[in-house]
């Protein structure tokens, strides 16, 4: 299923996206606010693209590979919603993480928009989750730029401050 946005191409992953996945995925800068930091092996990002085609092939949704309109075969980040554990509750969940390059453009609010929009209207979801540290205050702008709200926390990183737990639900 793939999508446009006025700026974006969003598309589920195919197996050659992975040299770009580990290239994001294990960059430290990225990883800044992930408690289980960058990712050290090819295998390790060949595990979760292989996770994430089984998702959209077994939930008919998951995580995009997402490019730009001006350059489609370049791969700026990764991002939609997919099943994911809340410690033991399992939630459908918002999720991106784009290359540096593509920072401060408002790509992550464009794609973050547009994943609930396919997840209420097309998917017909009835909630959407989003999983913020608290300390990340750009995806938490993200998520209230796109009407999520908070609306609980989260103590799933142990010898760390909660999580911040927003919603959306489908109106």
Known sequence: MQ???ERLLLRPPRPYDLAAMFAIYSDPATNVFNPNGPMKELAQAQIFLNAWMRHWQ???YG???VATREAPDEIIGFGGVALMKYLDVERVNLGYRFGVPAWGKGYATEL??????YAFNEQKLPKVYGLVRPTHQASIRVLEKIGMKRVDVLDDVPGQAPSLVFLANRS
Do not use: P
């Open 112 to 117: 973050a928009s547009a994943t609930l929009d």
């Open 58 to 60: 077994e939930q008919g």
């Open 63 to 65: 995580w995009w590979a």
């Open 3 to 5: 999508r446009t946005t």
